[in-house]
């Protein structure tokens, strides 16, 4: 069962953005944080009340100033928090006493620094709010915009001079430097209408899902805006994904926390755990999110998408007036997988007719001074209208009245059409005209690329979006392994045991079996029929082949009886002690190509599913493709596509069969509603090597091994999260 949030949710985050009354606690004038907090909201056009807490002053800005809040007559929707981190409680509890639920803290001094003292603080906050049902923003933060009301709860200099146009995006960010700084600047400058701006600081109750859920039900907003170091609560994070593809409404987000500098930078930053990054990748892709690399990107995907046209195909219309140009986007698209076709012979033949052969009347379109001509609208609408073409961008330069003509060709067009922009960025002509419609614009072409690659992949994803299916195991078999594993909790498990507790699920599982003396070796070999494969079967023994543990391709009992002396002989040599189980005797299985499948329990997102290269390849090669379980068919799809050279592969190179990829799909699926049902039971799970075999032979599980996950935590007392 999903996350779910309390039912006053709705109504007390509502608070944030449409108070018509606020406290603000340290409010002062000047520079300050508090003076920087009521200059906003006096200046910034707030037209409700406003409440200036401070006990060392009478008035702040011509308003009367109390020195409580329990002072303070009437009620009060929204509490605004700017004093020093170790008066912040008493202000807390004073809100609390008062009725005031929604609570944004500005003030530092807790978690993400401060040492034992602030986490100290942030624990009694946490408590505090759980017991006493608040919703809290911060602490650490700089607050809260809605710029479409003029409710500017926060602490950036004179925000209120310079902001962005208003339109259909939120912005969601745990740092509010870039949330005020980079961000709000890049999307001013790039034309970009914003409604919600909001910092989340330490999240010591609010989350930032918490506020993309808002952002994602306020039917006014068409994408979010995330700026992200770390998550605390998967299972909101899933569902706040989940709402998401359901509303059709993207998230576009920047991840940080790549490297492991980056993640301790996080920590300290806003106390967040930056997690795998890979694993977090891999969400992002399973669930449609639109993860970007800066915030340019940021900002101009989110436009794009904001438009609401998505691509129905991978066929590019490239127009510009410079060959060198057309030719530099069509390998830009070529490289991103797009295709870029003849046009129809109807839009090639009036195009010739117009320019009389100065140009090229072929895609790529080299106009050359046709672009500033009389003609070029109409060869802009018919190549927007061709029906070989499903996107369109035009990389040129021009003045306002030309800006005017492409805005006016691209209110006629249902299709993707972006501009990249050939000129300076400190044009004042046609660059500001461009920017502020509604029109996608561009300075790079590679990243207008991106763009439209990201527009294709999301369409791709709400076409393809479908909820995981049914468990294929029976409750009954599920729960005599989770009994099982619940008895060897903390424990690495040997292959023979993982297969013995995993025999119960008719998984694909080679023929093998333990065997303790040389003559339990030769009756096996002789059912199993050779050539047969030898391995050390040990708790202690992570990598069979790093230790000489595995020997293939034996094909008589003299062979046999050899490889089985030389074995327990090995295992003696070690410099630490092993205790070996017994020697895995195993039918060899040839053909075919060898895949890791494996499973690992991630602290915020659970059970995970990861395919990459298998056997002694899978550490050396890197490239693997992760996703969060269960997942559906057509994610083992995805991930398969994700591993370079797979797909090529598994249909069949140098004259060789195609391999059976349906049964790989299954597998996959069936192992990660395995994951999903054992949860924390199961740290992880591997089956290295599996072995894809030709198409209509299924796939065999080679190796596996579980390492049980460690005993459950005893939670301690008053510390349940309640948002």
């Known amino acids: 069962m999903g996350y779910r949030w309390p039912q006053d949710f709705d109504r007390m985050i509502r608070n944030f953005f449409e108070p018509t009354s606020i406290a603000v606690v340290g409010a002062t004038e000047g520079p300050g944080y508090g003076g920087r907090m009521v200059d906003n909201l006096v200046d910034g056009g707030f037209t409700g009340k406003v409440f200036p807490v401070n006990p060392k002053r009478a008035e702040v800005r011509g308003i009367p100033c109390v020195p409580s809040i329990s002072e303070i007559d009437g009620p009060v929707d929204l509490a605004a928090i700017v004093i020093p981190a170790p008066a912040v409680m008493e202000a807390v509890e004073q809100c609390a006493r008062k009725g005031i639920r929604s609570i944004v803290i500005i003030s530092a001094g807790f978690l993400e620094r401060d040492g034992d003292a602030g986490a100290r603080r942030q624990g009694d906050l946490q408590r505090f709010a759980s017991e006493n049902g608040l919703y809290i923003c911060g602490p650490n933060c700089l607050g809260i915009a809605n710029l479409k009301d003029n409710v500017q709860v926060n602490s950036t200099p004179a925000i209120f001079k310079d902001l962005p146009g208003v339109g259909p995006i939120g912005v969601v960010s745990q740092s509010g430097a870039t949330a005020f700084g980079p961000i709000l600047c890049k999307a001013r400058d790039r034309g970009v209408g914003l409604k919600y701006i909001v910092s989340t600081g330490n999240e010591a109750g609010l989350e930032a899902t918490d506020f993309i859920r808002f952002m994602l039900e306020d039917p006014e907003i068409r994408v979010v805006i995330s700026f992200i170091e770390g998550f605390k609560?998967?299972?909101?994070?899933?569902?706040?994904?989940?709402?998401?593809?359901?509303?059709?409404?993207?998230?576009?987000?920047?991840?940080?926390?790549?490297?492991?500098?980056?993640?301790?930078?996080?920590?300290?930053?806003?106390?967040?755990?930056?997690?795998?990054?890979?694993?977090?990748?891999?969400?992002?892709?399973?669930?449609?999110?639109?993860?970007?690399?800066?915030?340019?990107?940021?900002?101009?995907?989110?436009?794009?998408?904001?438009?609401?046209?998505?691509?129905?195909?991978?066929?590019?219309?490239?127009?510009?007036?410079?060959?060198?140009?057309?030719?530099?986007?069509?390998?830009?698209?070529?490289?991103?997988?797009?295709?870029?076709?003849?046009?129809?012979?109807?839009?090639?033949?009036?195009?010739?007719?117009?320019?009389?052969?100065?140009?090229?009347?072929?895609?790529?379109?080299?106009?050359?001074?046709?672009?500033?001509?009389?003609?070029?609208?109409?060869?802009?609408?018919?190549?927007?209208?061709?029906?070989?073409?499903?996107?369109?961008?035009?990389?040129?330069?021009?003045?306002?009245?030309?800006?005017?003509?492409?805005?006016?060709?691209?209110?006629?067009?249902?299709?993707?059409?972006?501009?990249?922009?050939?000129?300076?960025?400190?044009?004042?002509?046609?660059?500001?005209?461009?920017?502020?419609?509604?029109?996608?614009?561009?300075?790079?072409?590679?990243?207008?690329?991106?763009?439209?690659?990201?527009?294709?992949?999301?369409?791709?994803?709400?076409?393809?979006?479908?909820?995981?299916?049914?468990?294929?195991?029976?409750?009954?078999?599920?729960?005599?392994?989770?009994?099982?594993?619940?008895?060897?909790?903390?424990?690495?498990?040997?292959?023979?045991?993982?297969?013995?507790?995993?025999?119960?699920?008719?998984?694909?599982?080679?023929?093998?079996?333990?065997?303790?003396?040389?003559?339990?070796?030769?009756?096996?070999?002789?059912?199993?029929?050779?050539?047969?494969?030898?391995?050390?079967?040990?708790?202690?023994?992570?990598?069979?082949?790093?230790?000489?543990?595995?020997?293939?391709?034996?094909?008589?009992?003299?062979?046999?009886?050899?490889?089985?002396?030389?074995?327990?002989?090995?295992?003696?040599?070690?410099?630490?002690?092993?205790?070996?189980?017994?020697?895995?005797?195993?039918?060899?299985?040839?053909?075919?190509?060898?895949?890791?499948?494996?499973?690992?329990?991630?602290?915020?997102?659970?059970?995970?599913?990861?395919?990459?290269?298998?056997?002694?390849?899978?550490?050396?090669?890197?490239?693997?493709?992760?996703?969060?379980?269960?997942?559906?068919?057509?994610?083992?799809?995805?991930?398969?596509?994700?591993?370079?050279?797979?797909?090529?592969?598994?249909?069949?190179?140098?004259?060789?069969?195609?391999?059976?990829?349906?049964?790989?799909?299954e597998l996959m699926v069936r192992v990660s509603h395995l994951a999903h049902a054992l949860g924390d039971r199961a740290a992880s799970m591997d089956f290295n090597p599996i072995r894809v075999l030709p198409e209509g032979q299924g796939v065999m599980v080679l190796d596996c091994r579980i390492v049980a996950g460690s005993p459950p935590a005893v939670p301690s007392r008053g510390n349940k999260e309640r948002i």
């Open 233 to 665: 609560n998967g299972d909101k994070l899933k569902a706040v994904a989940d709402l998401a593809l359901a509303r059709r409404k993207p998230v576009v987000l920047m991840k940080m926390g790549r490297s492991e500098a980056g993640g301790r930078a996080a920590l300290t930053h806003t106390a967040s755990i930056a997690g795998s990054f890979q694993v977090y990748d891999g969400f992002f892709r399973q669930k449609g999110f639109v993860r970007v690399d800066d915030y340019d990107e940021l900002c101009e995907v989110a436009k794009a998408f904001a438009k609401g046209r998505f691509p129905k195909g991978n066929r590019i219309g490239i127009i510009s007036h410079s060959g060198g140009i057309c030719t530099f986007l069509t390998d830009a698209c070529d490289t991103a997988g797009f295709e870029v076709p003849p046009l129809s012979p109807e839009t090639t033949t009036r195009i010739d007719e117009i320019l009389k052969g100065f140009g090229g009347c072929q895609n790529p379109l080299d106009l050359t001074g046709a672009t500033r001509g009389p003609h070029f609208p109409e060869i802009l609408d018919r190549v927007l209208h061709d029906p070989n073409v499903d996107s369109t961008i035009l990389m040129t330069r021009g003045d306002r009245g030309f800006a005017e003509k492409v805005i006016a060709a691209d209110r006629t067009s249902e299709k993707p059409f972006l501009f990249t922009w050939t000129h300076s960025e400190f044009d004042s002509n046609g660059l500001p005209a461009l920017r502020t419609s509604d029109v996608p614009t561009f300075i790079s072409p590679v990243k207008c690329v991106k763009a439209l690659q990201h527009l294709r992949t999301y369409h791709q994803k709400l076409i393809g979006a479908q909820p995981p299916g049914a468990s294929p195991f029976s409750d009954a078999r599920l729960d005599e392994i989770r009994a099982e594993l619940d008895t060897r909790r903390g424990s690495a498990l040997p292959e023979g045991e993982s297969r013995k507790i995993l025999s119960l699920l008719s998984l694909p599982f080679c023929p093998s079996e333990c065997c303790l003396s040389v003559e339990d070796a030769k009756q096996c070999a002789q059912r199993f029929g050779y050539p047969v494969v030898l391995k050390m079967d040990s708790a202690q023994i992570l990598h069979k082949t790093e230790c000489n543990g595995v020997i293939l391709d034996i094909r008589s009992e003299g062979d046999l009886t050899s490889g089985y002396e030389k074995l327990t002989a090995t295992c003696k040599t070690f410099e630490t002690p092993v205790s070996l189980n017994g020697i895995m005797v195993q039918k060899m299985v040839i053909g075919g190509i060898e895949l890791l499948l494996g499973t690992n329990n991630d602290p915020v997102l659970g059970p995970t599913l990861m395919l990459g290269w298998g056997g002694i390849y899978v550490e050396a090669l890197g490239m693997s493709a992760i996703r969060v379980c269960p997942i559906t068919p057509h994610d083992a799809d995805e991930m398969i596509r994700e591993i370079p050279g797979l797909v090529k592969i598994l249909g069949g190179t140098r004259g060789g069969p195609p391999l059976d990829r349906k049964a790989l799909c």
